[in-house]
């Protein structure tokens, strides 16, 4: 029986070559992807500012412990990959290499301070 863990990972990147009607799109939902709605989510939170340079994706990845990190990370960017082709409707965004950063929270160390 194998262990799972649970992992939090960032995947960020840089769009590319955005279409002016996908440029218009995500500058009409630019509130919905703010700071203030960053959460790490199964499906992932999308987060990016008006200037559509570089976003960031959170995700909450279950994946067995003897797989470590580059499994939750390679699990992240497949969910980012497939999050960014469906956005626009359908039509999709460009994007650049993705990069992940993973911290697995079964194995994080809580320093609770003394009094």
């Known amino acids: 029986m194998t262990t799972q ?6 995947v960020r990147g840089t769009f590319r070559e955005l279409t002016d009607e996908a440029r218009a799109r ?3 939902e630019v509130e919905e992807h703010g700071l203030s709605r960053m959460r790490f989510t199964p499906e992932g939170s999308l987060t990016y500012d008006r200037v559509l340079k570089h976003f960031s994706f959170r995700f909450v990845v279950l994946s067995d412990a003897a797989d470590g990190d580059e499994m939750a990370a390679a699990l992240a960017e497949d969910r980012a990959e497939s999050a960014l082709k469906a956005l626009v409707g359908g039509a999709g965004v460009g994007f ?3 990069r992940s950063s993973v911290t697995d929270m079964d194995t994080m160390k809580i320093n609770r301070k003394s009094r």
């Open 5 to 10: 863990h649970t992992y939090r990972v960032i």
């Open 26 to 28: 995500l500058l009409d």
């Open 96 to 98: 650049g290499e993705l």
